[in-house]
DNA sequence: TTGCTTGTTGTCGACCTGACAACTACTGTC
DNA sequence: GACAGTAGTTGTCAGGTCGACAACAAGCAA
C-alpha cells in the first residue's frame, strides 16, 4: 500500500561500552576490516535483525564482534543518529546508540570468533574513530559522568561484591577528579538504597593497610538514587 | 552491493509538545485520519524525509500537522522506538520520539490546513493513544520534569520576557506541587546563568498586588544550568 | 616494635534549605 | 481617599548538608 511511497533505510546499532581499568576510563573499540573506513577503529555495532528488539540486537552485536561476556551487562539506549551523510553507502542508515558498562573487561584469547576488538583509554581514541563515532563516544560519556550521580550504574563497572574504595575509584575514574575517602564513605554508607553489608572483609588494593567491608550493590544499574552522588568538587 | 542482505526498515518521527494552560502540563495530540487506530488521539508525527535530518523531520511534521508555530520551539531529541509489533503494517517501522516545548500555546483556528490537532491536559490522555504512544508520553513526562532541574528548559513555557512567579508557575505545573514564592524568588535571583532583569515590572497575574519584575531568560532551553533548582520538597 | 598504608570515624565552620513572618506596591471597593 | 485584599519581594532562623582535615583502626613489612 505504501511499499514505495516513503524513503527507506537501514537501522543499526553502535554500542559504547565503557570499563574502568588501571584508574582510567576506557572503552572497547573495534578495527573495521571492510569499507567504508576500512582499517579504522569503530564502536562495535551492525544491523539490526528483521524481527529483533533494538536492545536485543545491540547486545547480540556486542557478544559477536567482541566475544565479551554478555552477563552482568548494563545497557541502556542513548540516542540515535540519522544524519543524511553519515554513511556514505546507498541507502541511509539510521543508527541508534547504546551506552553499556561491563566490569568483565577480559576480552577473549585470540582464535575465538570475535573481530578485532581492543580496550584503548577514552581519551585516547577521542577524535579519531570512523564515521560519527566520535560523535557517539561524546555523547555516551558526558552520559555516563551524568548517570554516575543519580543512578547506581558505577556498580556496574564492579564485580558482583566489592569495597567502598573500589567504588570510589569508578567515581574518580569518570569523573577525573579526586574524591575525598572520608566523605565518600560517609555519604555511600548513609544511602540506604545503594550498597549492602555482606558482612566480609577482604584485604584492600595495595597489600598492605586496614580490610575494607565488602558490600554488595541493590537494584538496578540505571534505576535512580533517592539522594544522588553530586559531581560538585566533592 | 548489500541491497538486500539487511532488512529494510521505514523511520519515522514523533513529537510530544508540551505547554503549560491554565496551571496544568498539557500535550498537543491529533486525531488519526487513516488506518491503523483510525480515529484515536495519537502524537503528531510522519515519514522522515530521503534527504531530511531528524529534528528537520519532527520540527515539518509538527507544522505540518498542528499548524503551530515554529518559531521560539525548543526540540530535543527523547528516545527511539522499535519493537518489531509496534505497528502492524508491513515494514518495521522505527519511531525517533522528540521532546517539544512551546510557549505558543495556540492552535490556528480552523480552515488552515492543519490536521484535527487539540491541546489535552497530560493526565486526561495518559492511557489513551494510539500504538506506543502512552509509553512515549510517558518517557517525556518523566524528561522534561527531569529538566526542569537543571537546564533552562521552563523558560521555554514562557514568552521571551516573564515575571518570576510564571516561572514559578511552570515548576508547579511540571512537578505537580506547591513551592514558597520566596524561597523560589531568592534562589532564581542568586542564580546568574539564568535570568536576566529587564528593568521593567507589569501588573501581577490577577490584576491585584504589586508589580513584578520582568526578566528574560539567557542561554539555551536545554543547556545545562550551574546550579539545579531541586524538584525536592520546595 | 616501628613505621607505613589503607580504610573508617570525628569534628567543625561555611553554606544551603525550607518554613514562615514581615513588608511593599499595587487594585478594587466603600 | 481610607481600607481591605492580593501578589511580589525581603528577612529571619533553626536544621541539615558539604568539604576540609584530623584522628583512629587494622592490617603488612622490615
Same mark, same amino acid.
Given at each position: 500500500?505504501?511499499?514505495?511511497?516513503?524513503?527507506?533505510?537501514?537501522?543499526?546499532?553502535?554500542?559504547?561500552l565503557f570499563a574502568v581499568r588501571e584508574?582510567r576510563l576506557e572503552v572497547l573499540v573495534v578495527?573495521?576490516?571492510?569499507?567504508?573506513?576500512?582499517?579504522?577503529w569503530?564502536?562495535p555495532?551492525?544491523?539490526?535483525?528483521?524481527?529483533?528488539?533494538?536492545?536485543? #540486537?545491540? *547486545?547480540?552485536?556486542?557478544?559477536?564482534?567482541t566475544?565479551i561476556?554478555?552477563?552482568?551487562?548494563?545497557?541502556?539506549?542513548?540516542?540515535?543518529?540519522?544524519?543524511?551523510?553519515?554513511? *556514505?553507502?546507498?541507502?541511509?542508515?539510521?543508527?541508534?546508540?547504546?551506552?553499556?558498562?561491563t566490569?568483565n573487561a577480559e576480552l577473549?584469547?585470540?582464535?575465538?570468533?570475535?573481530?578485532?576488538a581492543e580496550w584503548r583509554p577514552v581519551?585516547d581514541v577521542?577524535?579519531?574513530?570512523?564515521?560519527?563515532?566520535?560523535?557517539?563516544?561524546?555523547?555516551?560519556?558526558?552520559?555516563?559522568?551524568?548517570?554516575?550521580?543519580?543512578?547506581?550504574?558505577? #556498580?556496574?563497572?564492579?564485580?558482583?561484591?566489592?569495597?567502598?574504595?573500589?567504588?570510589?575509584?569508578?567515581?574518580?575514574?569518570?569523573?577525573?577528579?579526586?574524591?575525598?575517602?572520608?566523605?565518600?564513605?560517609?555519604?555511600? *554508607?548513609? #544511602?540506604?538504597?545503594?550498597?549492602?553489608?555482606?558482612?566480609?572483609?577482604?584485604?584492600?588494593?595495595?597489600?598492605?593497610?586496614?580490610?575494607?567491608?565488602?558490600?554488595? #550493590?541493590?537494584?538496578?544499574?540505571?534505576?535512580?538514587?533517592?539522594?544522588?552522588?553530586? *559531581?560538585?568538587?566533592?
Open positions: 500500500m505504501f511499499t514505495s511511497d516513503f524513503p527507506i533505510f537501514y537501522v543499526t546499532v553502535d554500542v559504547v584508574g578495527r573495521r576490516g571492510e569499507a567504508p573506513h576500512e582499517g579504522r569503530a564502536l555495532g551492525g544491523f539490526v535483525g528483521d524481527d529483533e528488539e533494538l536492545l536485543a #540486537a545491540a *547486545r547480540r552485536e556486542l557478544v559477536e564482534e566475544g561476556a554478555g552477563e552482568g551487562l548494563a545497557l541502556e539506549q542513548l540516542k540515535t543518529f540519522g544524519a543524511p551523510d553519515r554513511d *556514505r553507502r546507498p541507502h541511509r542508515v539510521v543508527s541508534v546508540a547504546y551506552l553499556a558498562v566490569p577473549p584469547t585470540a582464535g575465538s570468533d570475535a573481530r578485532e581519551d577521542t577524535g579519531h574513530l570512523a564515521f560519527d563515532h566520535d560523535e557517539i563516544l561524546a555523547e555516551a560519556r558526558a552520559r555516563v559522568a551524568s548517570k554516575l550521580e543519580y543512578t547506581r550504574l558505577a #556498580a556496574a563497572f564492579l564485580p558482583p561484591t566489592f569495597t567502598i574504595a573500589q567504588l570510589r575509584g569508578v567515581y574518580e575514574a569518570v569523573w577525573g577528579l579526586a574524591i575525598d575517602p572520608g566523605n565518600f564513605q560517609r555519604k555511600l *554508607r548513609a #544511602a540506604t538504597d545503594f550498597l549492602a553489608s555482606t558482612g566480609e572483609s577482604v584485604k584492600p588494593a595495595g597489600g598492605r593497610g586496614r580490610p575494607a567491608e565488602v558490600f554488595r #550493590a541493590i537494584g538496578e544499574p540505571f534505576e535512580a538514587l533517592a539522594v544522588p552522588v553530586p *559531581r560538585s568538587s566533592m
